[in-house]
């Protein structure tokens, strides 16, 4: 990143259009889009500019940076609630950026704040699920959600009971250290 793209995140007012999709959001961090517009985080979420869906940070499964040059590739994935508290990975969006500006840094920060607590744990016949607890705006109280790594253990009754008994142990242990 040259000194002047960099003096411009730091300092500087975001492009009108990218200003005018953050809706009243605090403008974060942006980085411009190889085919046109732009990629920004606001105080709300992740979104693609023109044209694209706001990405609750509290909805970022991954996002993966992969720096090149002065830009780089994004590679994002969102969670997607298939039934009250089992969410699933969605299809991965890919953002190819000529200038990242702090958008990585920033994307990090905001993805990493929302997670409270996240382990990992067996099912049988192999596999795994991960359990996690994220601060989601506007809510008090953490929320609790569970992520099979193959979505077809989700039908597995036997995964499910486990499943369902870890999530238990977890938030039991969360309301004991409060």
Do not use: C, Y
């Not at 920004?40 to 940076?65: D, I, K």
């Not at 705006?137 to 992520?147: K, Y």
């Not at 036997?158 to 870890?166: N, P, Q, W």
């Amino acid at each position: 990143m040259n000194l002047r793209s960099l003096l411009v995140q730091r300092f500087g007012r975001p492009p009108a259009d990218v200003a005018q999709a953050a809706a009243g959001a605090d403008v974060l961090a942006w980085g411009s889009r190889a085919d046109g517009g732009w990629l920004v985080a606001t105080s709300a979420g992740l979104q693609a500019v023109p044209g694209g869906e706001l990405l609750p940070w509290h909805l970022v499964a991954h996002a993966r940076w992969v720096a090149a040059a002065d830009g780089g590739t994004f590679a994002v994935t969102p969670l997607l609630e298939v039934e009250p508290g089992v969410q699933a990975r969605g299809p991965v969006s890919r953002h190819v950026l000529a200038d990242a500006g702090e958008l990585p840094a920033v994307v990090r920060r905001r993805v990493d704040q929302t997670v409270v607590a996240s382990k990992r744990h067996p099912l049988p016949g192999g596999g795994g699920v991960l359990l996690v607890a994220r601060r989601v705006p506007g809510q008090v109280a953490r929320e609790w959600s569970v992520v099979f790594d193959d979505d077809a253990d989700r039908d597995d009754p036997a995964a499910r009971e486990v499943a369902r008994r870890r999530l238990a142990e977890a938030v039991d242990a969360e309301d004991a250290s409060r």
